[in-house]
């Protein structure tokens, strides 16, 4: 069984930092690339981030310089660290880890975690 656990979200202050964790199991990890996508309240899901399985890295424009993501392919973890955080960057954020080869593609959703950020 398939499951990714995010952790690390919480209540924060404008200008302060967070990193959010994603552990997966249940997939090999290393093949896998990883994305943190956010949903904000009366808004659609969007990516904030993505990973490849060779360690290749997209950023939204909206959080480029701000935010780094990263792989533990030992730990079968996916890492988001968030600095200069602002009140927009609120919102539940999502791990996602996706796989496609030759005509099948695996798409593996977390629950989601809880980041707030006061002005």
């Known amino acids: 069984q398939v499951q990714l656990v995010e952790s690390g979200g919480g209540l924060v202050q404008a200008g302060g930092s967070l990193r959010l964790s994603c552990a997966a199991s249940g997939i090999i990890f290393s093949i896998y690339a990883m994305g943190w996508y956010r949903q904000a309240p009366g808004k659609q899901r969007e990516l904030v981030a993505s990973?490849?399985?060779?360690?290749?890295?997209n950023y939204a424009d909206s959080v480029k310089g701000r935010f780094t993501i990263s792989r533990d392919n030992v730990k079968n973890t996916v890492y988001l660290q968030m600095n200069s955080l602002k009140p927009e960057d609120t919102a539940v954020y999502y791990c996602?880890?996706?796989?496609?080869?030759?005509?099948?593609?695996?798409?593996?959703w977390g629950l989601g975690t809880q980041v707030t950020v006061s002005s």
């Open positions: 990973i490849t399985s060779g360690g290749s890295t």
């Open positions: 996602n880890a996706e796989h496609s080869r030759f005509n099948t593609r695996s798409s593996y």
